[in-house]
């Protein structure tokens, strides 16, 4: 019977569809989201997106912060962030709304981390 269970347990497993990693969120998904969120006002801060939200945005600047370190080791920055630097989420979702409604589905909140970084830091 536990064999029975434990197989069940792993079809199950095997079959349910794969979680998206943290950051893979799209810019499309995550701007709605940030408008539906406004449109709540005060409402919003008992939304479970908000903390969504802030996890798929953390998420993203740490996969572009790891990024960033493993191409400082090479001698490769694509961009350089003073130390310590502190992002408004208000400039992140302004970059966010700046790439054309076309292309927000087929790019990713780690991409566009990255390139709000690139963008707002570049190395001179």
Known sequence: MKRIITGLTACFFMAAPAQAAPGDMSVATFVTKVDALKAKGLAAMFSSDVKLLQSEGQAAGVAYFNRLKAERAAGRPSSCPPQGVKVSSDAVITHMKSYA????????????????FIKSYPCR
């Open 101 to 116: 409604p076309q292309v927000r589905s087929g790019t990713n909140l780690r991409t566009a981390m990255a390139d709000f």
